[in-house]
């Protein structure tokens, strides 16, 4: 089964630019999503198609795609961004939906 | 607005069974992929199941194959998951969500519901 890779953790202090990845094979093939999920609530979709985003989202939100990973950006980082993030793919092959396993944003 | 509330968890022992369901709202529920996504207590989010726009078409995780079977009444813009031979990892905050009109992604999620397996 496909498997997507994400750090545990990440910390940024507040007012930089926090970058969190997600590896996997072949991820060049596929669109790549993105999720926050504060504790407690529902996810959030940020991030759909590599890099574009939905509605509501902020223009700091931002996502790239290079080689063998995916990376979402959150630029000038504030303490509500601090939250868990999910990279997402959809698995042609299998008809599954695949997540990796989540990292949590820590604001320095 | 989109809303999606599920309901129907609670307490079951090891071997029973619960069904959960999901009421939409905001949107022409039969033009969308719906799915159902877990979280176990303190764990990511992992993909459980997914119908299509009628439910003529399913589709579900390994873990729960043989298990759980999705169905959906587009007359009552309802979802549902019936989870059969509940085992204590099947325990996990139940979500509902919409999938895009490209079906490849979750656009809309619902609060949850608890799903705890215990004897």
């Known amino acids: 089964s496909y498997v997507l890779t994400q750090p545990p953790s990440v910390s940024v202090a507040p007012g930089q630019t926090a970058r969190i990845t997600c590896g996997g094979n072949?991820?060049?093939?596929?669109?790549v999503h993105w999720y926050q999920q504060k504790p407690g609530q529902a996810p959030v979709l940020v991030v759909y198609?590599?890099?574009d985003r939905p509605s509501g989202i902020p223009e700091r939100f931002s996502g790239s795609k290079s080689g063998s990973a995916a990376t979402l950006s959150i630029s000038r980082v504030e303490a509500g961004d601090e939250a868990d993030y999910y990279c997402?793919?959809?698995?042609?092959?299998?008809?599954?939906?695949?997540f990796g396993g989540g990292t949590r944003l820590t604001v320095l | 607005e989109v809303q999606l509330v599920e309901s129907g968890g609670g307490l079951v022992q090891p071997g029973g069974s619960l069904r959960l369901s999901c009421v939409a709202s905001?949107?022409?529920?039969?033009?969308?992929?719906m799915h159902w996504v877990r979280q176990a207590p303190g764990k990511g989010l992992v993909w459980v199941s997914r119908?299509?726009?009628?439910?003529?078409?399913?589709s579900y995780a390994d873990s729960v194959k043989g298990r759980f079977i999705i169905s959906r009444d587009n007359a009552k813009n309802t979802l549902h998951l019936q989870m059969n031979s509940l085992r204590v990892e099947d325990t996990a905050v139940y979500y509902c969500?919409?999938?895009?009109?490209?079906?490849?992604?979750?656009?809309?999620w619902g609060q949850g519901t608890l799903v705890t397996v215990t004897s």
């Open positions: 969500a919409r999938g895009s009109v490209r079906t490849v992604f979750f656009e809309y």
């Open positions: 905001g949107f022409t529920f039969s033009d969308y992929w």
């Open positions: 119908s299509n726009y009628d439910g003529s078409s399913t």
């Open positions: 072949n991820i060049g093939s596929k669109g």
């Open positions: 198609d590599d890099s």
């Open positions: 997402q793919v959809w698995d042609g092959s299998s008809d599954h939906w695949v």
